[in-house]
């Protein structure tokens, strides 16, 4: 943290990768994170938890850089006695009938941003993710992240990442949460490859039951079986 810092922004959707840790894993997991922004330097020996928090770090790292811009704008601005004056519009001056030449501009934009963003960005545009939300392209680098770091495994081509994002998609049935469950699953039992959580039958049923009775009434209230909508 920076110095005179005293608040840092928590993304809502980290909800959605903390919900796949169990309790303990996630108390580990804040523990670290709290360590983190007050300069504590914290290390874990949970591989999860390591990887996890690297894409958290990254975003508290652009974070504190844009803080940290606006605190120089502001302190610039204070010393030229606050913030500068709005212009007054000019006032409105009779065209010329008689058109000039055109005046050719050079116009030169630098665009500086992490590293991270740059590589991000450049995956987006050359693979073809089955589920296009930030989430999902978020939790598909921890996981080649985590094959690199526990497996010293990194994909080869773009054809065989490819490759690997149309099997995860299959055996998730096309369904982004059940991407993301068998993704966390492989990564919590240390697996190379991706591994489909094992499910009980019965409460498979007992769960699409219960998905259908939320949708229609039962009335059995004159001994006859009826429903509604």
Same mark, same amino acid.
């Given at each position: 943290?920076?110095?005179?810092?005293?608040?840092?922004?928590?993304?809502?959707?980290?909800?959605?990768?903390?919900?796949?840790?169990?309790?303990?894993?996630?108390?580990?997991?804040?523990?670290?994170?709290?360590?983190? #922004?007050?300069?504590?330097?914290?290390?874990?020996?949970?591989?999860?938890?390591?990887?996890? &928090?690297?894409? =958290?770090?990254?975003?508290?790292?652009?974070?504190?850089?844009?803080?940290?811009?606006?605190?120089?704008?502001?302190?610039?601005?204070?010393?030229?006695?606050?913030?500068?004056?709005?212009?007054?519009?000019?006032?409105?001056?009779?065209?010329?009938?008689?058109?000039?030449?055109?005046?050719?501009?050079?116009?030169?934009?630098? =665009?500086?941003?992490?590293?991270?963003?740059?590589?991000?960005?450049?995956?987006?545009?050359?693979?073809? &993710?089955? &589920?296009?939300?930030?989430?999902?392209?978020?939790?598909?680098?921890?996981?080649?992240?985590?094959?690199?770091?526990?497996?010293?495994?990194?994909?080869?081509?773009?054809?065989?990442?490819?490759?690997?994002?149309?099997?995860?998609?299959?055996?998730?049935?096309?369904?982004?949460?059940?991407?993301?469950? #068998?993704?966390?699953?492989?990564?919590?039992?240390?697996?190379?490859?991706?591994?489909?959580?094992?499910?009980?039958?019965?409460?498979?049923?007992?769960?699409?039951?219960?998905?259908?009775?939320?949708?229609?009434?039962?009335?059995?209230?004159?001994?006859?079986?009826?429903?509604?909508?």
């Amino acid at each position: 943290m920076a110095e005179g810092k005293k608040s840092v922004l928590l993304y809502c959707d980290l909800i959605h990768t903390i919900e796949k840790m169990d309790n303990e894993t996630a108390g580990q997991f804040f523990k670290h994170y709290l360590r983190y #922004i007050n300069d504590l330097n914290p290390q874990t020996d949970n591989p999860l938890v390591d990887i996890v &928090f690297e894409s =958290v770090k990254q975003n508290l790292k652009r974070d504190l850089k844009k803080w940290e811009s606006r605190a120089e704008k502001s302190r610039e601005n204070g010393k030229k006695g606050g913030r500068p004056p709005k212009k007054e519009p000019k006032e409105t001056q009779q065209v010329n009938s008689k058109p000039k030449k055109p005046v050719k501009d050079t116009v030169t934009v630098t =665009v500086t941003d992490t590293v991270n963003d740059i590589l991000l960005e450049k995956e987006t545009k050359e693979i073809v &993710f089955p &589920f296009q939300s930030e989430n999902f392209i978020q939790q598909w680098q921890i996981w080649k992240q985590y094959k690199k770091e526990q497996h010293k495994f990194t994909y080869k081509s773009e054809a065989s990442e490819q490759a690997a994002l149309t099997q995860l998609q299959k055996m998730a049935t096309n369904r982004e949460l059940k991407a993301i469950e #068998i993704i966390h699953h492989t990564m919590a039992n240390g697996w190379k490859g991706f591994v489909e959580p094992k499910i009980d039958p019965r409460k498979e049923t007992q769960e699409a039951f219960q998905a259908v009775k939320e949708k229609i009434n039962f009335d059995f209230s004159d001994g006859k079986l009826s429903f509604e909508r």
